[in-house]
Structure formats: C-alpha cells, structure tokens
C-alpha cells in the first residue's frame, strides 16, 4: 500500500544569504500492508506530522521516494497529488475541521458534492456512512450541537464518503476523554476490519499506538524500530 525509501527531509529557515538547512528526518524506510493500521509514535518535535505531510503530499521531501498504491507519489506536481489525495486519501483531524455553519449531513456530503455526485446518492452513502459511525439520528445536529466524540465520528464519515483505501490521522483522540477515545479506536478498527481501510495513525497515547498492527517509533527524526503487536 505504502513504500517509503530513504526518506529524508530539511527545512530551511531564515532569509536569502542567511539560510541553514535543519535536517528533521533522516533515511526513513518502511512499508504498510494494505488494510493494516500502522500508528506513528514519537516525541513532541520528533518528526510525524511532517512524515505525515510528506506522504499526504503537502509538502515534499528533501531526497527519498514514496509510493502509495504503486503510484511514485513523490514524483507527482501539485495538481497530480491533490487529484490522486481526492481519490486515494481521506484525513482526520485532532480537531475535527468539521463546517461550523453545515451540519452533520451536510459536512459528510460535501466531499461528494465537491465531485458532482447526484444527489439521491449522496443522500444514500451519507445515511449509510452516518449510520456506519453511530450518528444516523444526529444527521440534522451542527457540529456545536454534538459532543467532541460524536464529531470526530462525522470526521470520520466525511473522510471515507469517496470511499479512500487510505485513511491518514494526526492524533484522531487528541481531544477526547479516555472513555470517548476507547469508543472511538474501536470504531476505527471495526472499520478497519469490515472495510479494509488503512490506517496510518500519528499518537502520543500508548492506548492509541496499541490498535496499530505495527508501530513505527521516530526518534530525531530516525525511524527507531518497527513492531507487529
Ligand atoms: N514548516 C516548518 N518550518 C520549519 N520547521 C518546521 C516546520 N514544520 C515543522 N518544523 C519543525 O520540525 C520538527 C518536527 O515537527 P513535527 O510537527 O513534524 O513534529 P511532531 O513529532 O509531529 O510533534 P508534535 O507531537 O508536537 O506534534 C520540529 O522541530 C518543528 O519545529
């Protein structure tokens, strides 16, 4: 599903004539099976959500290549990524970037709006997918209506409407209490199992890093060990 080889990336910092290089991740090299969940773990500042970045094409790297379904993706330009992220991707947020002013219905139909779909299937994959996550009697609720779990649950709605085979999550619990967190994680693997998603989860939280089939530890910004729980 996921190559990465000799993955390296820098940022540069300061103005013109004044510039240095600060190396955040070095040599980086590691695969994730299709449908398997594979957390990130690592220290405050340690690199993952720039390997997150850098696999979601947000930013790209120094040196290194990754492949994502077979596809170079590194070897993408900017327009290319965001049509292969459209199909290829959904993302989760810690903070859910839910629409504030649409409500649950309407956040997870919007992806498919977006791409043209008519409207009597959006209404039926969204109903389907509100139902998938728990939510199908919240439909009409804004997301100030609902509770930090029941949001993050129209996340993940909103982030499998295009149907993605790769579902990418920078600390998905983060702002969730340890109950809301429990619940959730076993919605992530319940639809791991039944839809065959990937996940590729970025946590601090040992409870977290536990539901991954492998963690990926980075320490400065090198890859430190690789485990199947
Ligand atoms: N756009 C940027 N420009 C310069 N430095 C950056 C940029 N983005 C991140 N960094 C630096 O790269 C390092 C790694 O940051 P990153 O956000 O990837 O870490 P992280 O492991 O996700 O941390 P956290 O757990 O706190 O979110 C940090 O030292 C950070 O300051």
């Known amino acids: 599903m996921i190559k990465i080889t000799d993955l390296s990336h820098s940022f540069v910092l300061g103005k013109k ?20 969940i594979v ?17 979601s094409g947000f930013i790209h790297p120094t040196a290194g290549q990754i492949w994502i379904d077979g596809e170079e993706t590194t070897a993408f330009n ?6 292969f992220r459209l199909e290829h991707m959904g993302f989760i947020f810690q903070t859910f970037q839910l629409i504030s002013s649409m409500t649950a219905f309407e956040n ?9 779909i008519k409207e009597t299937e959006r209404r039926e994959r969204v109903l389907q997918l509100l139902d998938k996550v728990g939510l199908a009697d919240f439909r009409d609720y804004y997301p100030g209506e609902l509770s930090g779990g029941q949001q993050q649950r129209v996340s993940i709605a909103r982030a499998m409407v295009l149907h993605p085979p790769l579902i990418l999550a920078d600390e998905p619990t983060g702002s969730l209490d340890s109950e809301t967190e429990a619940d959730l994680l076993q919605l992530i693997k319940k639809l791991n199992r039944q839809e ?24 400065d910004g090198h890859l430190l060990q690789r485990s199947y729980i």
């Open 17 to 36: 004539n004044h510039q240095t290089s600060i190396p955040i991740l070095q040599n980086i090299s590691f695969e994730v099976e299709r449908g398997k």
């Open 39 to 55: 957390t990130i773990v690592g220290k405050s500042g340690s690199g993952k959500s720039t390997l997150l970045n850098l696999i």
């Open 78 to 83: 900017e327009i290319q990524f965001a049509d």
């Open 108 to 116: 997870v139909e919007l992806p498919l709006t977006l791409k043209g």
């Open 196 to 219: 065959g998603i990937t996940f590729l989860i970025i946590t601090h939280d040992e409870s977290v890093a536990k539901i991954g089939h492998q963690t990926i530890t980075i320490h």
